[in-house]
């Protein structure tokens, strides 16, 4: 059990550093994020993401947006292969 919390500390302190040297602000950030977790089908990912870029200022309508290109992004290469007619 030690272990395991020792790992999630580890996880948590490597992940603050990655988003502390982000050249965006953490609205953007936690909503790129967002973004990612969504398009992996990470639901866990995508509702800490959300509710950090709420606390970080993000408006009720900027999740949208994101929402919207992380399933356009998903779904690219299946159509971007099909040929044109």
């Keep these: 059990?030690?272990?395991?919390?020792?790992?999630?500390n580890k996880f948590y302190e490597?992940?603050?550093?990655?988003?502390?040297?982000s050249p965006f602000d953490l609205k953007p950030?936690?909503?790129?994020?967002?973004a990612?977790?969504?398009g992996l089908g990470n639901g866990g990912a995508v509702s800490y993401c959300?509710?950090?870029?709420?606390?970080?200022?993000?408006t009720p309508s900027e999740p949208a947006p994101a929402t919207d290109?992380?399933?356009?992004?998903?779904?690219?290469?299946r159509y971007t292969l099909l040929p044109k007619e």
């Design 14 to 21: 490597w992940s603050h550093g990655v988003f502390g040297k």
């Design 29 to 34: 950030s936690n909503l790129l994020a967002m």
């Design 50 to 58: 959300y509710f950090l870029a709420k606390k970080a200022g993000a």
């Design 1 to 8: 059990m030690a272990e395991s919390l020792e790992m999630k």
């Design 36 to 38: 990612a977790a969504l």
């Design 69 to 77: 290109i992380a399933m356009v992004t998903a779904r690219l290469n």
